[in-house]
């Protein structure tokens, strides 16, 4: 323990805060393609949502990367007491709108909106991931979600030959700060994959342009969720973000076309399947926020230059002089950080040590993360 201190005056302190940023591709081979079918989609007993992993859950070496789940508003008009699980796919929708989207002044949740129009989104599915993935934030302007759009589903990647590609455009500058869980941004739709002669999938869509990119979802940066409307998988002639005519698609075997529609009749459990075999590749950059003090350790000439070290000393003497008039001499290792109190908080090492003597001053920078 130190004998002599010396205490950190205000210009020997300095803060930094730094943003580290990692890519995330999430591949559709994991989701919907040749590695899907090896255990990497884990159901649950409840059948309420499913979790994709990167290899086989069961394996010692996978990793949880995201859910995905639907639900609908009571005020929907998929909502009906006779629906498969009704009570849960309105329970989770409200669940999600209670978190991301808050309260109204009377008390009453609030349900998903469009911040460039004011359009309501009743029926939604959700795609929260894993904070493993996300990290601190996902970063703004980075995501995309891409889909197959063709008119039906089948195991041998047509599915895919159509496709949508839903990205946070103008996340970068054009977030919004209204939500109780953080910053959120606008998912626009723009045609990835065409195939068909088709001319787009989205009316009067113009990639780079956020005034003609239909707004299809929410992106949910700090909560590291998003909100994908149902008009995505749905025609929407009534004006709505896909072209008239393109129909209803078929999100897999067994459900028809129907597309979002198929959810009053399917279990949450069979309906994520579903959308998950409509993932073609999902990317991101995630955020992580590293904070740092950075303290300038000061020894002035006639600072430090004697060791507290009992082998300092030998037989009462200084081992490093050899007459009394010899200038002492020292050797810096290490730096520690003390409390008020003089409680050690924190040690730092020295690569080497450091001599140290009345003929010379050292300045040793050290940071602390956090």
Do not use: W
């Given at each position: 323990?130190?004998?002599?201190?010396?205490?950190?005056?205000?210009?020997?302190?300095?803060?930094?805060?730094?943003?580290?940023?990692?890519a995330?591709p999430?591949?559709?081979?994991?989701?919907?393609?040749?590695?899907a079918?090896d255990?990497n989609?884990?159901?649950?007993?409840?059948?309420?949502?499913?979790?994709?992993?990167?290899?086989p859950?069961?394996?010692?070496?996978?990793?949880?990367?995201?859910?995905?789940t639907?639900?609908?508003?009571?005020?929907?008009?998929l909502?009906?007491?006779?629906?498969?699980q009704?009570a849960?796919?309105?329970?989770?929708?409200?669940?999600?709108?209670?978190?991301?989207?808050?309260?109204?002044?009377?008390?009453?949740?609030k349900?998903?909106?469009?911040?460039?129009?004011?359009?309501?989104?009743?029926?939604c599915f959700?795609?929260?991931?894993?904070r493993?993935?996300?990290k601190d934030?996902?970063?703004?302007?980075?995501?995309?979600?891409?889909?197959?759009?063709?008119a039906?589903?089948?195991?041998?990647?047509?599915?895919?030959?159509?496709?949508?590609?839903?990205?946070?455009?103008?996340?970068?500058?054009?977030?919004y700060?209204?939500?109780?869980?953080g910053?959120?941004?606008?998912?626009?739709?723009?045609s990835s994959?065409?195939?068909?002669?088709?001319?787009?999938f989205?009316?009067?869509?113009?990639?780079?342009n956020?005034?003609?990119?239909?707004?299809?979802g929410?992106?949910?940066?700090?909560?590291?969720?998003?909100?994908i409307?149902?008009?995505?998988?749905?025609?929407?002639?009534?004006?709505?973000?896909?072209?008239?005519?393109?129909?209803t698609l078929?999100?897999?075997?067994?459900?028809?076309?129907?597309?979002?529609?198929?959810?009053?009749?399917?279990?949450l459990?069979?309906?994520?399947?579903?959308i998950?075999?409509r993932?073609?590749?999902?990317?991101?950059?995630?955020?992580?926020e590293?904070?740092?003090?950075?303290?300038?350790?000061?020894?002035?000439?006639?600072?430090?230059?004697y060791?507290?070290?009992?082998t300092?000393?030998?037989?009462s003497?200084?081992?490093?002089?050899?007459?009394?008039?010899d200038?002492?001499?020292s050797?810096?290792?290490t730096?520690?950080?003390?409390?008020?109190?003089?409680?050690?908080?924190?040690?730092a090492?020295?690569s080497?040590?450091l001599?140290?003597?009345?003929?010379?001053?050292?300045t040793?920078r050290v940071?602390?993360?956090?």
């Open positions: 323990m130190a004998t002599t201190f010396k205490n950190f005056l205000s210009n020997d302190l300095a803060n930094t805060r730094t943003l580290l940023h990692e995330i999430i591949t559709g081979s994991i989701v919907s393609g040749t590695y079918s255990g989609i884990k159901t649950y007993g409840h059948g309420m949502f499913k979790s994709v992993y990167d290899y859950y069961l394996s010692s070496s996978a990793n949880h990367i995201f859910d995905i639907a639900g609908y508003a009571n005020a929907s008009a909502s009906g007491a006779s629906n498969t009704n849960k796919k309105i329970n989770l929708y409200n669940q999600m709108a209670q978190y991301l989207v808050g309260y109204d002044d009377t008390g009453s949740i349900q998903f909106t469009m911040p460039t129009d004011g359009t309501v989104m009743n029926d959700f795609v929260p991931f894993a493993l993935l996300s934030e996902i970063k703004k302007g980075s995501v995309t979600l891409e889909f197959g759009l063709s039906s589903y089948s195991q041998d990647g047509t599915a895919f030959d159509k496709r949508a590609k839903l990205i946070d455009y103008s996340g970068s500058d054009g977030y700060v209204d939500s109780p869980a910053e959120y941004g606008v998912l626009y739709g723009t994959a065409l195939g068909g002669g088709a001319a787009s989205f009316d009067g869509e113009t990639l780079g956020a005034a003609t990119m239909p707004a299809i929410l992106i949910y940066y700090q909560a590291g969720i998003a909100v409307s149902s008009s995505l998988f749905n025609d929407t002639a009534d004006g709505g973000a896909l072209k008239a005519g393109l129909g078929e999100l897999g075997s067994g459900f028809g076309p129907s597309g979002f529609n198929a959810i009053t009749g399917s279990t459990d069979n309906f994520s399947a579903g998950l075999n993932v073609y590749n999902v990317s991101f950059n995630n955020t992580t590293l904070n740092s003090t950075i303290y300038f350790c000061r020894a002035s000439h006639s600072d430090f230059n060791s507290s070290n009992p300092y000393l030998s037989g003497k200084i081992r490093v002089k050899t007459r009394s008039e200038a002492p001499v050797y810096i290792t730096v520690g950080l003390y409390s008020a109190d003089n409680e050690l908080l924190a040690v090492k020295l080497e040590p001599r140290k003597d009345p003929t010379n001053e050292i040793l940071r602390l993360d956090y």
